[in-house]
């Protein structure tokens, strides 16, 4: 059966996709990785959009980065970005919507439980960016812990408890309502 998308939902999917690329910018350029704050707008899109709405939100961010528009960290772009050894995080936000939406109606206004749905979402793209990485430069799994993921866990914390209080409190206004 086809799926049929109002305007306000293209709309709030295109904010989404907007808004990672933002988050995106406010980044401290690290090697490998950069540390930014991407990851909050994957998580808030399943949260107020639902898993659909909120992969496909991600997924137009990905491809208008694939197509070269500068919206990954540092005003790049690019398919070599994906293909790259840090690809698998950027796809994973696809993910990480889904798994924040697949929730979104069971949890809705538990912050606790929300956050540790969060840091789930959290820990896939984790694994799918560090198997990437792994693949790509033939490091083993160590390796890319101690680069990709160890440096990151108290910073990823704290924006999966920040996005489940934000989620919250933006899950209330009558446009998050009914997605």
């Known amino acids: 059966m086809p799926v049929k998308i109002n305007t306000g939902s293209l709309v709030k999917m295109a904010a989404f996709a907007a808004i990672t690329a933002i988050l995106s910018q406010i980044s401290i ?10 990851l909050l707008s994957p998580m808030l899109a ?15 961010y990905l491809l208008l980065g694939a197509a070269g528009v500068p919206v990954f960290a540092g005003f790049t772009g690019g398919l070599g970005h994906l293909v790259g050894p840090t690809g698998g995080y950027i796809v994973s936000y696809i993910f990480m919507a889904g798994v924040t939406g697949a929730f979104r109606k069971r949890l809705r206004g538990k912050v606790l439980l929300m956050g540790l749905v969060n840091i789930l979402s959290v820990l896939v793209c984790y694994t799918l960016g560090s198997a990437w990485f792994m693949a790509s430069l033939h490091r083993d799994l160590l390796s890319a812990l101690a680069v990709c993921v160890v440096p990151f866990i108290i910073g990823d914390l704290l924006k999966a408890a920040a996005c489940a209080w934000l989620a919250k409190r933006l899950m209330a206004i009558p446009i998050f309502r009914a997605a």
């Open 29 to 38: 350029p690290t090697q490998p990785v950069p540390v930014n704050l991407a």
């Open 46 to 60: 399943g949260w107020l959009l639902g898993p659909m709405y909120g992969m496909i939100s991600q997924l137009v």
